[in-house]
């Protein structure tokens, strides 16, 4: 299968602590993705994160790329209530077509 | 910036019956994508609407069960038919822009089928 595979699959920290989730996945890619979903709603792209790139920043976002163990993390600094939504990676593989598969997810819940 | 619509946004329907799910885009789409979320699951992709001709489906999802329509570049539908409460799921639309890497998605249907 080609689908990531995030862990944890749940993490719970304190306001204003880090929080990292982890995606492994299993073909090579073209880029990969993070989204970000609020209980049940929409998705909400956070970054994007080329083969060829191995870390990326975007405000207390930062992605790393690790294409050699077919792995990447996301950090999320400085952690916030409204941070509590689970968080899914999703991978373009080459020739896909534009096709990108979800990973499992990871809740994440932001205790105040 | 372009949004992207669902209607409706939840429906609550009775199992045997259909359900068709629209999704429009204010501005013109390279591609389309339709997406299943079962409860406390992740996203799972049912098709890719093709303008103009047939979807095409992936593994474990066929036609007759999620007929898709792309009549023109910024809209599409999908129908659940003959729903069972197995289909209960959030059905979510997604687009790319002029072949770019990045997918938005539309905010859902939420299903649920007694």
């Known amino acids: 299968s080609q689908q990531g595979e995030e862990d944890p699959q749940a993490l719970s920290i304190q306001e204003g602590e880090n929080a990292t989730m982890n995606c492994s996945y299993k073909t090579s890619i073209n880029n990969l993705q993070w989204y970000r979903q609020n209980s049940g709603r929409g998705l909400v792209h956070l970054i994007l994160?080329?083969?060829?790139?191995r870390e990326k920043h975007s405000g207390r976002l930062r992605v790393t790329l690790d294409t050699s163990k077919k792995s990447s993390s996301l950090l999320i600094t400085a952690s916030r209530a409204a941070d509590t939504a689970s968080y899914f990676c999703?991978?373009?593989?080459?020739?896909?077509?534009?096709?990108?598969?979800f990973g499992s997810g990871t809740r994440l819940s932001i205790r105040p | 910036s372009a949004v992207i619509s669902q209607k409706p946004s939840r429906d609550i329907c009775q199992r045997g019956t259909s359900l068709t799910i629209q999704c429009q885009v204010d501005?013109?789409?390279?591609?389309m994508f339709w997406y299943r979320q079962q409860p406390g699951q992740s996203l799972t992709l049912i098709a890719t609407a093709n303008q103009g001709s047939e979807a095409t489906y992936e593994s474990g999802f066929v036609i007759d069960k999620f007929p898709i329509s792309r009549p023109n570049l910024t809209f599409s539908t999908l129908t659940v038919s003959n729903m069972s409460p197995e289909d209960s799921s959030i059905y979510l639309c997604?687009?790319?822009?002029?072949?770019?890497?990045?997918?938005?998605f539309g905010p859902g249907t939420r299903l649920l089928v007694l």
């Open positions: 997604s687009v790319v822009w002029n072949f770019q890497e990045t997918q938005y």
């Open positions: 501005s013109q789409v390279t591609m």
């Open positions: 999703a991978i373009l593989a080459y020739s896909s077509a534009s096709k990108i598969i």
């Open positions: 994160i080329r083969s060829n790139e």
